[in-house]
């Protein structure tokens, strides 16, 4: 009889044990996952591999993330640059657009000024010669020649008549926006300067600078060689998406 006592007091503490740890006691049955100890278990620490998995994970998840982005930000960018290169119809569309919303939605002469007055050099996706620019000298049109249509007659810009091969050159510093073909003005070059003008320089016989490229004031951007069916070089300032007659901002010395 002392040794059923002793049994059951021993099953009781036995019980007790069990419900004070949380394990299945009597006849419930709970199915239980094996746990290996690993080895910092074994000498009294918990084990911390689930935490560093788990931010290592996060962060391949940031960098893979931070790598897509510049990806589709890099090709983006190309893709935009290879639109102005290449000369089809079909792109004729979505090359104008690109090219309004450019030079209304982002200043990159204002931060190229920036960027050269900080750095002392302008920014550029090539490299370029080092220019020297004259911020006293007065604005002159971009060709020798007479004005043969003035503002009031298209309500766009001027068409100047040289008389022999001239060199085309920029009124001002800035950065070129577009180089390519225009529908109106065949090859066309837009600048945009810091004092947030557009000036464009259309009918050139060729074109000398590439987009993005930081402009200096007078800089030669093309040459224009008079034919029979071209004749003038078209020249036009944009002010807040409206166009200002270039005799009110240049000083023009004749006039026919």
Same mark, same amino acid.
């Given at each position: ?10 099953r009781k503490a ?79 569309k979505p090359r ?20 050269k007055e900080t ?7 090539? #490299? ?8 006293? /000298? ?6 020798? &020649? =007479?004005?043969? *249509? +003035? ?10 008549? #040289? ?8 009124? /001002? ?6 180089? &390519? =073909?225009?529908? *109106? +003005? ?71």
């Open positions: 009889m002392d040794k059923d006592k002793d049994i059951k007091k021993v036995i019980e007790q044990r069990k419900k004070m740890r949380g394990l299945p006691s009597g006849g419930t049955t709970k199915q239980l996952l094996p746990s290996i100890p690993g080895e910092e278990e074994k000498h009294g620490y918990y084990s911390m591999f689930t935490h560093h998995e788990e931010v290592s994970s996060r962060n391949n998840r940031v960098v893979t993330s931070m790598a897509m982005k510049g990806i589709l930000s890099a090709m983006l960018f190309f893709g935009t640059a290879l639109l102005w290169q290449t000369d089809t119809t079909l792109l004729e104008e657009w690109t090219s309004q919303v450019m030079k209304n939605e982002f200043p990159f002469a204002k931060v190229n000024v920036w960027y750095f002392g050099r302008p920014l550029s996706l090539s #490299p370029q010669p080092v220019l020297e620019t004259n911020e006293d /000298q007065s604005m002159a049109l971009p060709v020798n &020649g =007479n004005i043969t *249509e +003035t503002f009031q007659t298209n309500g766009t810009g001027i068409m100047i008549t #040289p008389e022999e091969t001239t060199n085309v050159t920029s009124i /001002q510093e800035g950065v070129v926006i577009f180089a &390519g =073909n225009d529908r *109106e +003005t065949n090859k066309t070059i837009t600048i945009q300067h810091a004092d947030g003008t557009v000036t464009n320089y259309g009918n050139l016989s060729s074109i000398d600078v590439h987009l993005y490229q930081f402009i200096a004031g007078n800089q030669q951007i093309g040459s224009f060689t008079p034919e029979a069916d071209n004749e003038t070089v078209f020249f036009s300032i944009e002010k807040n998406n409206d166009y200002v007659d270039p005799v009110q901002v240049i000083q023009v010395d004749e006039l026919p």
